[in-house]
């Protein structure tokens, strides 16, 4: 399923060798877990029902606690740490496997406080540093959703994989002291320009954005859980293998000269006049970003544009290197490789075909810094996302057989140099790495 699955937490270990330290803190009061007793303000109504489902939507929840061949939201998502592998829960509201006894106070903490009904600290491979950030109107609309809006299923979640004494929960508390804040404490972000404030309000809270978009620290937590707390926010990260680009740089990398309506279009169709969807954030877009209001996909794209970005040059169509390739002259074994297996989708103009196939030209996926993303899609293929708005699937087959890593690496390497692209080369061992990584997936 989702590769976020898959994501290293290695802040389950990190969190295990600080955990002697805690015992004599875990005595003390824990503050920042809010309270159980809270009720919901408002009586369950559909249309409070139906506002759950679509924050459910923005939040994402599906992507984690629904599996293919299991109920809706019965979990069972395996999510892999270094100390084993911790399992998604039932979230329905069956009474015996789900939460279906959980008060509104109980379902407010697991998910915006990270602390489950025994008082357990849970693992941050639930998003709950984010979602922290989510209102409180936000989450008794999720709470009357996963109430009456979800079916129960009487389907036991299965038991996480983590063997005693790392087992052990009391050093995530620790680390959820050191690196969650409590809702309260978190201002609302506020901005002159509507728009900008509820798509700052999206990205840093349900949309989670930053769980794979921000680099993290020597704990495995985000270096800036918002825009406020420093240009680390979606500064770009690796996850799983795949390169979650930077949604702030300047220059020819990050969203580099994307309005807000290409951001808008890429989160609900999959894919832009400029690059389509694959990889980690595919499945992003399929069970949340595609359902956005139009509105709020706006929103996304005019906050991403309003943080700061550091400089850079922009992107220029050079057209010189297309007339070279029609012409048969050919700069480098690359350009070879490019027109012998790429350029029949890509275009010798590095073009690509609008809608269908993506250009590489002027694409930030493809003059990334990290080439993880490329090599990979470039050795084992990819499919686009299929969504509400654009239900056709284009593919792209994988080269792994055909082109040995030297070269794979030239190819890209030329990819990543022409047209107008300029990024740094892509090396043999990079391609090596690519196919040992995925080898095993
Ligand atoms: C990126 C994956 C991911 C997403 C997205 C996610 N969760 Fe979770 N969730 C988890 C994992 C993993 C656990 C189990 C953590 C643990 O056992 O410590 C969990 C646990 C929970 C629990 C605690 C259940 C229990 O029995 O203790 C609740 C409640 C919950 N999630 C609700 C939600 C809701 C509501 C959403 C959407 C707003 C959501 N989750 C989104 C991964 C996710
Ligand atoms: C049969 C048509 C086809 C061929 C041949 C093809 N591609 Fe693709 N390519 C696609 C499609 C479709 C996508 C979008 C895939 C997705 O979204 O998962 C894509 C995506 C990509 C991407 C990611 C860019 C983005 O915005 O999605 C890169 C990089 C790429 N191709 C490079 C190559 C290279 C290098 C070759 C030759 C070795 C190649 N492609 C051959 C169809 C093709
Ligand atoms: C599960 C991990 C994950 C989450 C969550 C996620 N992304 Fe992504 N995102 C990726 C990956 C991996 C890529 C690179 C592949 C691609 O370009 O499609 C990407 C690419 C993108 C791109 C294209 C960037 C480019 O330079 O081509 C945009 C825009 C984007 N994400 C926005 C968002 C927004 C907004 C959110 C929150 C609503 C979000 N992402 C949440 C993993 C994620």
Redesign the pocket.
């Known amino acids: 399923m989702?590769p976020?699955?898959k994501k290293a937490w290695l802040v389950g270990g990190a969190a295990a060798v600080l955990g002697g330290a805690v015992l004599t803190a875990t005595a003390l009061s824990d503050r920042a877990a809010g309270d159980r007793r809270e009720t919901l303000s408002q009586p369950v109504t559909p249309a409070l029902v139906a506002r759950g489902a679509y924050?459910?939507r923005l939040?994402?929840?599906a992507?984690?606690?629904s599996v293919p061949d299991r109920p809706d939201y019965s979990?069972g998502?395996a999510?892999a740490l270094p100390i084993g592998r911790?399992?998604?829960?039932?979230?329905t509201p069956d009474k015996t496997y789900g939460?279906g006894g959980?008060s509104f106070g109980d379902?407010d903490r697991?998910?915006r406080y990270g602390v489950?009904?025994r008082d357990?600290?849970?693992?941050p491979?639930?998003?709950y540093v984010a979602?922290a950030r989510m209102s409180r109107a936000d989450t008794e609309a999720?709470y009357a959703y996963?109430s009456a809006g979800v079916a129960p299923a009487a389907t036991p979640a299965p038991r996480?994989e983590i063997l005693f004494p790392l087992s052990m929960?009391f050093p995530?508390t620790l680390w959820r002291w050191l690196f969650a804040k409590a809702p309260e404490a978190i201002a609302p972000p506020s901005a002159a320009d509507p728009a900008v404030a509820r798509g700052a309000y999206i990205v840093e809270g349900?949309g989670?954005c930053g769980?794979c978009h921000t680099p993290r620290g020597f704990a495995l937590q985000v270096k800036a859980r918002s825009a406020a707390e420093g240009p680390a926010f979606l500064a770009g990260a690796s996850i799983d293998g795949w390169s979650a680009p930077s949604l702030r740089a300047g220059g020819q990398g990050g969203l580099g000269d994307w309005t807000s309506q290409d951001i808008a279009d890429f989160l609900r169709h999959g894919g832009n006049a400029r690059g389509a969807a694959f990889g980690a954030m595919a499945p992003a877009i399929e069970h949340g970003t595609a359902r956005l209001t139009p509105g709020d996909a706006e929103a996304i794209g005019r906050f991403l544009k309003s943080l700061p970005k550091p400089p850079g040059r922009a992107f220029a169509y050079d057209a010189a290197e297309a007339r070279r390739l029609k012409a048969g002259e050919l700069s480098s074994p690359g350009a070879q490789a490019y027109l012998d297996n790429c350029a029949a989708c890509h275009r010798s103009d590095g073009r690509g075909y609008s809608g269908v196939f993506p250009p590489l030209a002027g694409n930030p996926a493809v003059v990334d810094e990290r080439a993880e993303s490329i090599v990979r899609i470039a050795l084992f293929g990819g499919q686009t996302p299929l969504t509400p708005s654009s239900p056709a699937q284009f593919s792209m087959p994988g080269f792994a057989d055909r082109l040995d890593d030297r070269e794979m690496a030239q190819l890209l390497t030329y990819v990543r140099t022409s047209w107008g692209n300029q990024a740094r080369p892509v090396s043999r061992g990079e391609v090596a790495r690519g196919r040992r990584a995925s080898a095993g997936r």
């Open positions: 989702t976020i699955a924050v459910a939040a994402d929840c992507a984690c606690h979990g998502l999510m911790v399992m998604t829960s039932n979230i939460i959980w379902f697991a998910v489950n009904r357990q600290s849970l693992y491979a639930m998003p979602y999720l996963f996480n929960r995530l349900p989670h769980d």
